[in-house]
């Protein structure tokens, strides 16, 4: 989700790649059931925390931690995810027994669930499911009809060619406008189109195999499967040359591009902007913003030279790769040998894994309803306000203590900061399914009709003013975000357990967990792409010259250190890319140390022990158990492509290495690999 809402900014990484396979989980349940909370075992206390502070925090969990077959990495959230799985297959299952007394809820859920579950019928139908709409793609006859049909293919879920959505107005957030932005691959980023190093290579090569494997099992010849590939790829790598690199967008000045209807539609005319617009259902609008013009001033040549035939072909490819994981099992397989080859995981996930998550995906705020009734009560939403407010108060001292930044810049921020509104556990208002019609026996039809459903809720926001009450997140959703248009840090219920957030932990544990959470999200409105909205969450610069200057040159410092890590093999980290996440990881970490100090001063346990460890060690050591990580090398590369945020490893050492805090809390001294001789910070 994260991914495909420009401004959301998670906490961790979103794993809904374009790439059509259900977000990855999973671990046998009762495993799932192991301490999932702070423990000093996962400590190794051969090693000495100033040399290698993971290795100390994490050792031990290293040493005892396999990576499960069906993943392709280990770690607390994942542990976490996985745990939660198990809680809603429970309401799930319960939903899905057709008794006359279930609640309109409970029908669309537990129907979901038991269409998905139903693989019996799945693999009877094979293909049929989708050769309604496959058949529609065939019958197009001209490049106003392939508008149309590409259209209706967005609205049930694929993007090819490009992406269109509602989002605010980067220069009135009060109102949702029409975004038209790049978009149409099938591999995770434009560099594995681009990229001539073999890995890269390697990938496009599995690629084609893929979806010739796909359009032989969809009834081509086996050269006419192959040539299909082809096609595709050649339309992909056009799209992927004319697409602009994740780091350059992530200034959003890169994406600000607001125009009338018509200069878009003359932008590109072969794209028939207008004849899309009336042919997806857009309300009339007379504005929007055209996030790469380049991308379609670029391929709007390619539209024309490739023939209809083609394009024919790579809709119907898109369509095919999205719907593989609802079809039968040998779509199934083929897909998730390609998800192997970009993660490495073994094995694909149980099936009741895979229907869970879908549910979650199609109607995750129906499903979220029962999940909080299970799992979320007041005492914690209680217990987070009180932290949230903590942390608040914690950034505006940091920042008025700041010595770079003016007393007018630090004015705005603290109007910014003020200006933050905060969602913990859930939504006031939970989303209305009546008018989504879900079918027990009908997974496509159902994975399609949400897919219709969701698309339909973003489309007629476009020209109404913006509902601050929504949330870009499912309640048991295992993530956290800052939106910077909505200036707002929301924390689903499913992030607000162990090791996050324990209840029966003491505050040095909870503050390096979710604190340092709450730190991040917050940190996040005066990042490198933050600092640009406004408290009402305008694009507008808030800053003097002078004091962006100094901020750009205190972020340049996080650049290099992290660009200079290894992430796999000789790959190291983008510096730039993962820039934001980095600074949020720094900022939190301080910020939420601050407020724990202050809480322990209020309550007199300054110096109390626990476990051996002053409360500031165990701070430190709340805040690595989250990160103790075990990922696939094939994994960890894509990532380095494709993800803003640092592998676990430096998201605690990074930091740590630029706190004169965790320097002194563990006696550490000047020339350990821990004490940064140049520390950089930011905030
Ligand atoms: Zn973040």
Redesign the pocket.
Known sequence: MCLSRLLL???LLSTTFSFAQPAPAAKPAQAAKAALGFSVDNIDKTMNPCVDFYQYACGNWLKNTEIPADQPEWVSFIELYERNLVTEREILEKASVNNPGRSAVEQKIGDYYSSCMDEKAVDAKGLDALKSELDRISAVKDKTGLIDAIAHVHLIGPNPLFRFYSSPDLHNADMVIAYVDQGGLTLPDRDYYIKDDAKMAEMRKHLTEYATQMFTLAGRSPQQAADSAQTILRIETALAKASMDRTLRRDPKNRDHKMSRDQAATLASNFYLNRYFTAVGAPSFSDLNVSNPDFFKQVNAVVESEPLDAWKIYVSWHLLDSAAPWLSKPFVDTNFKMQQYLTGQEKIQDRWKRCVDSTDQALGEALGQKYVELTFGPESKQRMLKMVDALEKALDQDIHGLPWMSEDTKKQAKIKLQAIRNKIGYPDVWRDYSSLNIERGDLLGNFLRANAFESKRQIVKIGKPLDRKEWGMTPPTVNAYYSGSHNEIVFPAGILQPPFFDQKMDDAINFGGIGAVIG?ELT?GFDDQGRKFDPQGNLRDWWTEQDGKEFEKRAGCIADEYGSFVAVDDLKLNGKLTLG?NT?DNGGARIALMALREMLAQDGKSGEKSDGYMPEQRFFLGYGRVWCEKRRPEFSRMLVSVDPHSPGRYRVNGVMQNMPEFQQAWGCKAGQPMVRQNACRVW
């Open positions: 900014v998670c906490f991040h996040h996440e949020a």
